[in-house]
């Protein structure tokens, strides 16, 4: 099986280098591609006019001539040998031109990430400034675009200190002092320029609540319309439904299809709507059923509608249980670094299918997979194929001093505001996280994590909060202080590196003062450089057993799914820290094939029937760990080469239920494969 993982790498890596991206929207110019790139070491490219107009002789293949040099935006400088280690402040610039009409128009430009600082001048005039690199933001260009030749510079800086965040952590010890893994600068993300009428749509926040009794569900909308013009506006503000290409038609008499409202000039009002769906138009998501839909809301005098997509499902974390669509899951999956050899954090859409591939093709369904908000191309896969995440704006190992600091809140709630209002629509985001590895039993930590979850809970009151506790926090003598940051948990979640013994007493701790509260083991792992993969093996298997007894762990998350680039202390001489279940090239280790079927929801068995030629087949549904109830899967079997001979719909299993199949004319050699409903191969025996 091991070989499948590699062809799996192959194929898409052919699929990432070949097939064509999705196209825009209207209203939507990518500002991607070509760019002119510079290093400023000394810091002088402000003093030397970098930020204004410059002459088309300088522009595309011609600044080479004028010292700049050439680069393709998403662009990640830190993967590049000519400025691998780099740190500080670089330059981009680009001439585009715009022929449109800016009368009656509004404009705008939005970044999906820059990494860290940035500064943007447009023709000449300062844009605006933004800190934090990994998350969304956008500027109003309105008084610094022109028709024809636009140019736009960008400086940006990758450098750290004790106020960034994340950054340098204040302590005593040299490696307090060290980015925690590698600053990968640039503009790794994508760049729009955005056009719409005088009053639009800036955001909108979609809360679908089911009632899984009857099945139905109500939509609730908010919409934050905006108007930049100097009259009053009234708009009509329509929604429209759509799942899978067909339209869906909500319960006229109880919904607000249509409203209308009275918009001030220079203003921003919030408009609350709500759709009722019937039974037969609610499809819930789940991880192995991700149903999503579009909602399409449309503002009178503006011809491009605003698209959002969304998914409905009831998440709640109960008596010590994890509930999806009311029924209790306990599932496992892998953190995942945004490092790779080829584009450092440029998490594209070809990375994020070939790493989801691998990551869900070894059963893996849930995960903070990162310490960082991670890209919407990784988010919109998981929400379209089934991955549920615990998102994590930059609060690693924050120290109690730098907690205290206004400057250092201030920079969190903003990265934190940016993340949640870029993914408070995701039926794939189930649970906030206020940061990991602080120092959660101080006061200082007890103060953060009560004023970060009050916040979040401001923005979004639909997703569970919790925070990714360093194992000390679980300690008897760490719990039993008043200032216990636990308790501000829907959740928990800790991190546990040493023996499957000493996690189950940090876990039983846990239970003995939470009963109620659910466990998630976010992190837990070996290295490859420490450990042979037998070793890693025996372990991972060990915290399998141990799992298997705690009804109240609801999950398993592996430190990490990829090696990935740090100059943190210990760190192996290649440059990489070896966690990994694959290499920094996707070459999976022995350990992931071992996962995928300690992970598998299900175990199969084939037995030799009393009758010649024919074969029982006993499929049973996990009662331990992991387990959920499995519908829509599928046994196929195939021949040696993989042509399928034959296929059975499987019913429905709740956890400990089991099917018993007898099957004719098999021939040895006829492999047995559980399909899930994502067409992922879940199980494998061979006859």
Request: net charge negative.
């Given at each position: 099986?091991?070989?499948?993982?590699?062809?799996?790498?192959?194929?898409?890596?052919?699929?990432?280098?070949?097939?064509?991206?999705?196209?825009?929207?209207?209203?939507?110019?990518?500002?991607?591609?070509?760019?002119?790139?510079?290093?400023?070491?000394?810091?002088?490219?402000?003093?030397?006019?970098?930020?204004?107009?410059?002459?088309?002789?300088?522009?595309?293949?011609?600044?080479?001539?004028?010292?700049?040099?050439?680069?393709?935006?998403?662009?990640?400088?830190?993967?590049?040998?000519?400025?691998?280690?780099?740190?500080?402040?670089?330059?981009?610039?680009?001439?585009?031109?715009?022929?449109?009409?800016?009368?009656?128009?509004?404009?705008?430009?939005?970044?999906?990430?820059?990494?860290?600082?940035?500064?943007?001048?447009?023709?000449?005039?300062?844009?605006?400034?933004?800190?934090?690199?990994?998350?969304?933001?956008?500027?109003?260009?309105?008084?610094?675009?022109?028709?024809?030749?636009?140019?736009?510079?960008?400086?940006?800086?990758?450098?750290?200190?004790?106020?960034?965040?994340?950054?340098?952590?204040?302590?005593?010890?040299?490696?307090?002092?060290?980015?925690?893994?590698?600053?990968?600068?640039?503009?790794?993300?994508?760049?729009?320029?955005?056009?719409?009428?005088?009053?639009?749509?800036?955001?909108?926040?979609?809360?679908?609540?089911?009632?899984?009794?009857?099945?139905?569900?109500?939509?609730?909308?908010?919409?934050?319309?905006?108007?930049?013009?100097?009259?009053?506006?009234?708009?009509?503000?329509?929604?429209?439904?759509?799942?899978?290409?067909?339209?869906?038609?909500?319960?006229?008499?109880?919904?607000?299809?249509?409203?209308?409202?009275?918009?001030?000039?220079?203003?921003?009002?919030?408009?609350?709507?709500?759709?009722?769906?019937?039974?037969?138009?609610?499809?819930?998501?789940?991880?192995?059923?991700?149903?999503?839909?579009?909602?399409?809301?449309?503002?009178?005098?503006?011809?491009?509608?605003?698209?959002?997509?969304?998914?409905?499902?009831?998440?709640?974390?109960?008596?010590?249980?994890?509930?999806?669509?009311?029924?209790?899951?306990?599932?496992?999956?892998?953190?995942?670094?945004?490092?790779?050899?080829?584009?450092?954090?440029?998490?594209?859409?070809?990375?994020?299918?070939?790493?989801?591939?691998?990551?869900?093709?070894?059963?893996?369904?849930?995960?903070?997979?990162?310490?960082?908000?991670?890209?919407?191309?990784?988010?919109?896969?998981?929400?379209?194929?089934?991955?549920?995440?615990?998102?994590?704006?930059?609060?690693?190992?924050?120290?109690?001093?730098?907690?205290?600091?206004?400057?250092?809140?201030?920079?969190?709630?903003?990265?934190?505001?940016?993340?949640?209002?870029?993914?408070?629509?995701?039926?794939?985001?189930?649970?906030?996280?206020?940061?990991?590895?602080?120092?959660?039993?101080?006061v200082e930590g007890d103060a953060w994590t009560a004023e970060m979850t009050s916040i979040a809970k401001s923005l979004d009151n639909t997703r569970l909060i919790t925070f990714v506790s360093i194992g000390g926090a679980g300690t008897k003598e760490n719990l039993e202080v008043a200032h216990d940051s636990f308790r501000y948990c829907d959740f928990l979640?800790?991190?546990?590196?040493?023996?499957?013994?000493?996690?189950?007493?940090?876990?039983?701790?846990?239970?003995?003062?939470?009963?109620?509260?659910?466990?998630?083991?976010?992190?837990?792992?070996?290295?490859?450089?420490?450990?042979?993969?037998?070793?890693?093996?025996?372990?991972?298997?060990?915290?399998?057993?141990?799992?298997?007894?705690?009804?109240?762990?609801?999950?398993?998350?592996?430190?990490?799914?990829?090696?990935?680039?740090?100059?943190?202390?210990?760190?192996?001489?290649?440059?990489?820290?070896?966690?990994?279940?694959?290499?920094?090239?996707?070459?999976?280790?022995?350990?992931?094939?071992?996962?995928?079927?300690?992970?598998?929801?299900?175990?199969?068995?084939?037995?030799?029937?009393?009758?010649?030629?024919?074969?029982?087949?006993?499929?049973?549904?996990?009662?331990?760990?992991?387990?959920?109830?499995?519908?829509?899967?599928?046994?196929?079997?195939?021949?040696?080469?993989?042509?399928?001979?034959?296929?059975?719909?499987?019913?429905?299993?709740?956890?400990?239920?089991?099917?018993?199949?007898?099957?004719?004319?098999?021939?040895?050699?006829?492999?047995?494969?559980?399909?899930?409903?994502?067409?992922?191969?879940?199980?494998?025996?061979?006859?």
């Amino acid at each position: 099986m091991m070989k499948s993982f590699r062809n799996l790498h192959f194929l898409l890596f052919f699929t990432m280098v070949f097939c064509p991206m999705a196209v825009a929207q209207s209203g939507v110019t990518s500002l991607n591609g070509t760019w002119n790139f510079a290093l400023d070491p000394t810091q002088s490219g402000e003093s030397l006019g970098w930020p204004k107009p410059w002459s088309h002789s300088e522009s595309d293949t011609n600044a080479y001539g004028n010292g700049w040099d050439i680069v393709q935006v998403p662009h990640c400088y830190s993967i590049d040998q000519r400025y691998e280690g780099y740190i500080g402040k670089v330059w981009y610039r680009k001439m585009f031109k715009y022929e449109g009409d800016i009368r009656d128009k509004h404009l705008r430009i939005r970044f999906e990430a820059v990494f860290y600082k940035c500064r943007i001048w447009l023709n000449g005039l300062l844009v605006g400034y933004h800190e934090g690199g990994y998350t969304p933001f956008e500027f109003d260009l309105v008084s610094q675009l022109q028709k024809g030749n636009n140019y736009l510079a960008i400086e940006v800086d990758n450098s750290w200190d004790h106020t960034t965040v994340p950054g340098a952590r204040l302590g005593n010890y040299p490696s307090d002092l060290l980015y925690p893994w590698w600053e990968y600068g640039g503009i790794t993300r994508d760049v729009k320029l955005i056009e719409t009428a005088r009053v639009y749509v800036v955001k909108q926040k979609i809360e679908a609540i089911p009632d899984l009794k009857k099945g139905t569900a109500v939509v609730n909308v908010k919409t934050w319309i905006r108007n930049t013009g100097n009259a009053r506006a009234t708009v009509d503000c329509r929604l429209s439904l759509e799942q899978n290409g067909s339209p869906i038609s909500p319960d006229k008499k109880n919904s607000d299809i249509t409203k209308s409202a009275q918009v001030p000039p220079a203003a921003m009002l919030v408009l609350e709507q709500m759709l009722s769906l019937p039974a037969e138009q609610v499809s819930l998501w789940h991880f192995e059923h991700p149903a999503l839909y579009l909602l399409s809301t449309s503002l009178s005098g503006d011809n491009a509608p605003h698209i959002e997509r969304f998914g409905i499902r009831k998440v709640e974390s109960r008596h010590g249980k994890l509930m999806l669509n009311g029924q209790a899951i306990r599932v496992g999956g892998a953190n995942r670094h945004a490092d790779h050899p080829l584009y450092g954090s440029a998490d594209n859409e070809a990375l994020a299918k070939l790493d989801m591939n691998i990551i869900k093709n070894a059963n893996m369904n849930f995960a903070r997979l990162n310490h960082t908000p991670t890209s919407t191309a990784f988010m919109d896969w998981c929400d379209e194929h089934g991955f549920m995440v615990i998102s994590e704006p930059g609060n690693w190992q924050i120290s109690p001093q730098q907690m205290s600091d206004p400057v250092i809140r201030g920079k969190f709630i903003s990265q934190m505001t940016e993340l949640i209002e870029r993914d408070w629509n995701r039926p794939s985001v189930v649970a906030w996280s206020m940061g990991n590895e602080y120092a959660s039993w101080t006061v200082e930590g007890d103060a953060w994590t009560a004023e970060m979850t009050s916040i979040a809970k401001s923005l979004d009151n639909t997703r569970l909060i919790t925070f990714v506790s360093i194992g000390g926090a679980g300690t008897k003598e760490n719990l039993e202080v008043a200032h216990d940051s636990f308790r501000y948990c829907d959740f928990l979640c800790i991190n546990t590196y040493g023996s499957a013994k000493g996690a189950s007493n940090l876990l039983e701790n846990l239970h003995a003062k939470y009963p109620d509260k659910a466990v998630f083991i976010a992190e837990f792992g070996q290295r490859a450089d420490q450990h042979s993969e037998e070793e890693r093996i025996a372990y991972f298997t060990e915290m399998m057993k141990m799992v298997r007894q705690k009804e109240y762990v609801i999950g398993t998350s592996w430190w990490s799914y990829n090696d990935y680039r740090s100059r943190y202390p210990g760190t192996h001489v290649n440059g990489y820290r070896p966690w990994g279940l694959v290499s920094p090239d996707r070459e999976p280790r022995g350990l992931l094939q071992v996962m995928k079927q300690e992970y598998a929801p299900m175990q199969m068995t084939l037995h030799k029937s009393d009758k010649e030629g024919r074969v029982k087949v006993n499929i049973l549904a996990r009662e331990d760990y992991p387990s959920y109830t499995l519908s829509g899967y599928t046994l196929r079997m195939s021949d040696a080469n993989g042509t399928e001979i034959k296929q059975i719909e499987l019913k429905t299993l709740a956890p400990g239920e089991t099917i018993d199949l007898e099957l004719d004319e098999i021939k040895k050699g006829t492999v047995f494969s559980i399909i899930s409903p994502t067409t992922f191969n879940v199980l494998e025996e061979t006859w």
